[in-house]
């Protein structure tokens, strides 16, 4: 559309089109955000953010079919589905939060996939199934197995983060598939949905040997209807597109705090991507002012506030030409020796206690590491079918004394229909660590259903624990144009605490598998038993022996043949 | 004498029109129409999981770059992997698949697109897709649109033996249920030609039992044959690639959409000397003579482009968008985000409902009554039994 103008001086048609260019109702933005984590490892986080002005949901006339910057896949998914968030992620390791504090955007481990419908949906299960399905096609991922039994409905968690009135949960589903595995494949499709491709700006720095070959990979999708403007008079829809990295400092460090663009990518940036609007690379330099080395040097600086930290920022603008030099390539060097960190406030972990291939234990810790406020937390579990949860077992302590949920919702499951769904509102106390357990027993499974390498276990997907962090610094609740994209990513309602999300581990339970070369070896033995058997009776019952003189040798039969003509008595 | 000049006349024409028609196959429009087939479609298949089955999904990555690389596009491709080599934990270079040890050609590449991957690759997916009978909701990438002017590749690997094929370790594929699946696709008219190439032990077992015209197929080894594998790498710790398939990619490497190979150069690829195994093939379900058949007919998408000279008149522009209305003409109320954790609202939601059970008093009821019942049929000596 850019190419347009040119026929800004032809005819009247042309030049309402022309005008309509001049003033484009959707615009691109994309940022790259550097953190050093003071265990030598390195935080990036891509952010690829593209604001329309318009409405999928119109149908006839009005029915949106000019994309420009937004991707037409992803579009036709909203209005044919009649979407009105649509979050998902695919996410290969574990964030360890323990030691790279909280991330911008957080994730579970495999794919998770969570939608509002819009309130005008009547069959939300049949546009759910056939989403995934063509989710699955879009981003070449098994997400097709995303059925009933493993989708849930929250009762309280997962409000939308856009705007919108009705916050009805029936038009809510959510799934995880921690088995799912994230590789080029679905890199691929997600780099094609930029406007740029991987061709220009910060996309070019995506390449699949150097971002699998971290401790942390998760490529993410987010669409939700925005505020405009202060007002929030009006709402326009935004696609975010996020990508956030972890390299480790042994594997791809080889052991120094030293990193460049050049070290963590294998490229250095050239251009920004012409269709942007801005495009910025921001590294942290808050933990480390003095000790800090890093070229090419700067003087752009900005603070934000985000996660309930105030943080200090070089800002790179790559839509600027001097950013990029002489040599017209831009490799940020890093050099650090600083080792501050911020211990998160609040920290999950889970794992299975047990032993036996009976029944077992599920531990779910939440840490409250603030030292003196309390604050309230939303856990939400969804457990498969086949562990059977057994609820009067359930026990939730903090400090060693009993802590009652102030809100429990439970849904238990199905067999091959649901699953269990436990959602509970738990007040932490200040500097405690508060444990959750549930016994459980595991189901024998038809032997269809095991999947073909049963011996790795059963995964279980990743507790989710929502809470509002209170936070040291005010957070602001002013909404402007100009904040940098990770900063902006949960709406803040009031300023002393944070929305945050924190995933536990997925489990992975090994259930009793038969043995599944049993029937082939039950059939030869029984039949050579049966043969054994049955064939030597029969023998004995039937044979009869009978003489048989064996032939004479040669020179026997010759010498009888001799006498026999001389008419001699033959030789025995 | 008139019926023999009738006769006379007839024969006249009807070489008249012979010779017409002749000369009308040896013009351009009739070259045109020729080979018979006007897009090309693959289907590439890996049916073993387990790290140490690389050389099955090397195999199969190195046909499908084969294939991209002579033309055909992803959405003319099916490619169905069983299991992730290239971002697997033991993969010392993640994101990549070998097929030539000290890691000289990486066969994943930055730009592949694998339509069935993991559990997904399995017998009833793969007749599915041959046959096209797939749940409406299955995505176009997941589907085989061919029309009776496609010649399709299709291209196995994996573990086999006489007369059978294995998917994933838990089942596995007849050559009578393949050659049933050919026949399904000829009589919908889904395919032109279809060229079926085999790369496991006792390969030739599978295409023996064809029975639908207009197929060729290759082996990498006879009935009672198994076939090898070709080198391993040491920093990887596995084989890489199977001999026949590493020959076939060597050859076609050489061919470029230009190239003017045909099958019988295809036949001669891995000799004994070379794959241990004896390669096999069949053709004779094959219209052509394999001479004619080009290479690219089935692994390129070599289309024959026609270059007009005239201009053609395009219709209007797109229509402008309908603009929106002003902001300061209706009064709309502000929007507002809703609260993430709103938790007076949540700890006073009403619970959903429940399933419906009958009420407490009906069952106890209900016992009453079928103990009234069974003392006034038996006679109310027992109640002191029972109290």
Redesign the interface.
């Known amino acids: 559309c850019c190419s347009c103008l040119e026929l800004f001086f032809v005819g009247e048609?042309?030049q309402?089109?022309a005008i309509?260019c001049l003033n484009p109702k959707d615009q691109f933005q994309e940022e790259l955000v550097i953190r050093p984590l003071h265990s030598g490892d390195i935080y990036a986080s891509f952010q690829f953010r593209t604001l329309w002005?318009t409405d999928f949901l119109q149908e006839g006339?009005?029915k949106v079919s000019?994309y420009r910057l937004f991707p037409k896949s992803l579009g036709q998914v909203l209005s044919k589905f009649s979407v009105q968030e649509l979050h998902i992620s695919f996410t290969?390791g574990f964030w360890r939060t323990m030691q790279w504090g909280q991330p911008f955007i957080p994730s579970p481990p495999g794919a998770e996939l969570w939608v509002w419908f819009h309130d005008t949906v009547s069959d939300v299960d049949g546009n759910w199934?056939?989403l995934t399905?063509?989710l699955?096609?879009?981003f070449?991922?098994?997400l097709?197995?995303i059925d009933m039994t493993n989708t849930v409905q929250p009762?309280?968690s997962f409000?939308?983060?856009?705007?919108?009135?009705a916050?009805d949960h029936r038009f809510l589903r959510y799934a995880t598939l921690p088995?799912e595995?994230?590789?080029?494949?679905n890199l691929?499709?997600w780099k094609k949905l930029l406007p740029c491709g991987s061709k220009a700006g910060l996309a070019v720095l995506m390449?699949?040997?150097k971002?699998?070959?971290s401790s942390f990979h998760s490529q993410a999708v987010h669409i939700r209807p925005i505020?405009q403007d202060e007002?929030?008079?009006?709402?326009a829809w935004e696609l975010r597109q996020t990508l956030n990295v972890v390299f480790d400092h042994y594997t791809s460090g080889q052991g120094k705090k030293e990193w460049s663009l050049f070290k963590m990518f294998s490229r250095t940036l050239t251009e920004a991507c012409p269709l942007a609007s801005s495009s910025k690379v921001y590294v942290d330099i808050t933990d480390n002012p003095e000790l800090f080395e890093l070229s090419p040097a700067t003087p752009l600086l900005s603070q934000a506030v985000v996660l309930g930290d105030r943080r200090t920022y070089s800002v790179y603008d790559l839509t600027r030409a001097e950013t990029f030099g002489q040599l017209r390539s831009f490799n940020l060097l890093l050099r650090w020796k600083g080792d501050n960190m911020l211990r998160p406030l609040l920290h999950a972990e889970r794992y299975v206690a047990g032993f036996g291939l009976q029944t077992g234990e599920i531990h779910t810790v939440i840490y409250n590491n603030h030292p003196y406020r309390a604050f309230?937390v939303?856990l939400m579990d969804s457990v498969p079918w086949y562990l059977q949860l057994y609820i009067h077992t359930l026990t939730v302590t903090s400090k060693s004394r009993d802590n009652k949920p102030?809100?429990i919702?439970y849904q238990p499951a199905k067999d091959r229909h649901r699953p269990h769904l436990l959602e509970m509102?738990i007040q932490l106390p200040p500097h405690s660590m508060t444990e959750v357990t549930v016994q459980f027993e595991r189901a024998l499974l038809k032997w269809t259903e095991y999947?073909?390498?049963p011996n790795h276990g059963f995964y279980v997907g990743s507790s989710v624990v929502?809470?509002?962090v209170p936070s040291m610094v005010a957070m602001s609740t002013n909404f402007t144009q100009d904040q940098p994209l990770f900063s902006s990513f949960?709406?803040v309602?009031e300023e002393s605490s944070y929305?945050v999300r924190v995933y536990t581990e997925p489990l992975l339970v090994n259930l009793p598998t038969p043995d599944?070369s049993m029937p082939y070896n039950v059939i030869c033995l029984t039949c050579t038993v049966v043969a054994v058997g049955y064939g030597s009776f029969y023998n004995l019952l039937t044979r009869t022996f009978q003489v048989d003189e064996p032939s004479p040798p040669l020179a026997k039969r010759l010498a009888n043949f001799i006498r026999r003509i001389r008419g001699v008595p033959l030789l025995a | 004498m008139s019926h023999d000049f009738l006769q006379m006349h007839l024969k006249a024409v009807i070489s008249c029109l012979l010779i017409f028609l002749y000369k009308v196959h040896t013009t351009k429009a009739g070259q045109f129409f020729s080979s018979g087939h006007t897009n090309n479609w693959a289907v590439l298949v890996c049916t073993s999981r387990f790290w140490f089955n690389y050389r099955h999904v090397a195999n199969t990555l190195s046909v499908y770059r084969s294939v991209k690389r002579l033309g055909i596009p992803d959405s003319h491709i099916v490619l169905m992997l069983a299991d992730d080599m290239a971002c697997n934990y033991r993969n010392p270079k993640p994101a990549t698949v070998f097929s030539h040890k000290n890691m000289e050609l990486n066969v994943y590449g930055d730009d592949v697109e694998v339509d069935y991957r993991g559990y997904e690759v399995t017998v009833e997916n793969f007749l599915r897709v041959l046959t096209g009978r797939l749940p409406p909701s299955t995505p176009r990438s997941k589907r085989l649109l061919s029309d009776d002017r496609s010649n399709i590749l299709i291209y196995l690997t994996g573990h086999g033996g006489n007369g059978f094929l294995k998917f994933q370790d838990s089942e596995e594929i007849s050559n009578m249920e393949l050659a049933d699946a050919f026949e399904q696709m000829w009589q919908k008219r889904r395919y032109n030609e279809l060229l079926f190439i085999i790369d496991t032990c006792q390969g030739a077992s599978m295409y023996e039992r064809f029975y639908s015209p207009n197929l060729m197929a290759l082996a990498s080894s006879q009935v009672g044959e198994d076939s090898l594998s070709h080198q391993p790498d040491l920093a990887i710790g596995v084989h890489l690639m199977d001999k026949y398939t590493f020959y076939l990619l060597e050859f076609l490497e050489e061919v470029h959409p230009a190239s003017q190979a045909n099958m019988n150069d295809l036949f001669k690829v891995c000799p004994q000397s070379q794959c241990v195994s004896t390669p096999g093939h069949r053709t004779d379900l094959f219209q052509r003579d394999p001479g004619s058949v080009l290479i690219t007919d089935f692994f390129g998408s070599v289309r024959k482009v026609e270059i007009t000279k005239d201009t053609i008149n395009l219709t209007s522009p797109v229509e402008p968008p309908i603009q929106r209305s002003g902001s300061g003409d209706i009064q709309i109320e502000s929007l507002t985000y809703v609260d993430q954790l709103p938790v007076a609202e949540i700890i006073h939601q009403k619970p959903k409902q429940k399933d419906w059970h009958p009420p407490d008093g009906f069952i106890l009821g209900l016992w009453t009554l079928i103990l009234l019942v069974f003392f006034q049929t038996y006679g109310i000596k027992h109640l002191k039994h029972i109290f």
């Open positions: 048609m042309e309402k089109q309509w002005d006339q009005k000019h290969q199934k056939e399905n063509v699955s096609g879009i070449c991922a098994s097709n197995f009762s309280a409000k939308p983060l856009g705007l919108g009135n916050t088995r595995i994230v590789c080029t494949e691929t499709p390449k699949s040997e971002l699998f070959h505020c007002q929030c008079t009006s709402k309230p939303l102030s809100y919702h509102l999947t073909p390498d929502s809470a509002l949960v709406p309602k929305f599944f």
